[in-house]
């Protein structure tokens, strides 16, 4: 519940940070643009609340499937972006998985491939470009999970998932916040506050 997310103790959770670049639009509304991978144990972290904020403005279909960070980085239980279709009349979500988890080498397998323009936005605001990385419309960025990912270390999906929305957990709490974060970004961002009982009640908390 929202209520939920706004209670949630922030101390030690990073929000998103303000920048001024160019209005990021797609398919006519604001564009919300994530590249990640799912190898990425940062990236597994962040994705659990990024799955609860976006799920306040809108749905996916099919449900993001369930993997994990690779093996050698954390194992930790998330959910991949990858083949989801998310729909909103607030913004646009472009999630970018540019890897698997499983090994190739020294790296992972190939995924996805941003395109120019949006390489060239990922290379212009991490550099050497790093994961993750979220750009809210142009006007906000989020280069980092904002809570620890090693906490998820050892954890099994349902236990994360029975863990966010209980704000007597660390993992929950972190979760939770985490979430109530990103939604405030959105609405001040992205979609001029709306819908406004979400944007309300996240930014009373």
Not at 11 to 22: D, L
Not at 55 to 77: M, N, Q, W
Not at 112 to 121: F, G, I, N, S
Request: glycine share 6%; aromatic share 10%.
């Amino acid at each position: 519940p929202l209520s939920t997310l706004a209670a949630a103790p922030t101390s030690g959770v990073i929000a998103p940070k303000a920048i001024s670049n160019a209005k990021l639009d797609a398919d006519g509304k604001p564009e919300l643009l994530y590249i990640g991978a799912e190898f990425c144990p940062i990236c597994a972290a962040e994705r659990w609340a990024m799955y609860v904020a976006l799920s306040k403005f809108g749905t996916f279909s099919p449900e993001p499937d369930r993997i994990h960070s690779a093996v050698r980085d954390g194992d930790i239980p998330t959910l991949t972006f990858y083949k989801t279709k998310y729909t909103s009349p607030y913004l646009t979500f472009t999630p970018v998985e540019t890897t698997t988890n499983q090994p190739d080498g020294d790296y992972y397998v190939t995924l996805q491939t941003p395109t120019a323009a949006q390489q060239k936005l990922w290379g212009a605001h991490t550099n050497p470009p790093s994961f993750p990385w979220l750009d809210f419309g142009g006007k906000a960025e989020l280069t980092s999970a904002q809570y620890d990912p090693s906490l998820l270390e050892g954890q099994s999906f349902d236990q994360i998932a029975s863990d966010a929305g209980n704000n007597s957990t660390t993992i929950g709490a972190d979760i939770d916040a985490s979430a109530d974060a990103l939604i405030q970004t959105i609405c001040k961002t992205m979609t001029g506050s709306k819908p406004a009982a979400v944007c309300s009640a996240a930014a009373n908390g």
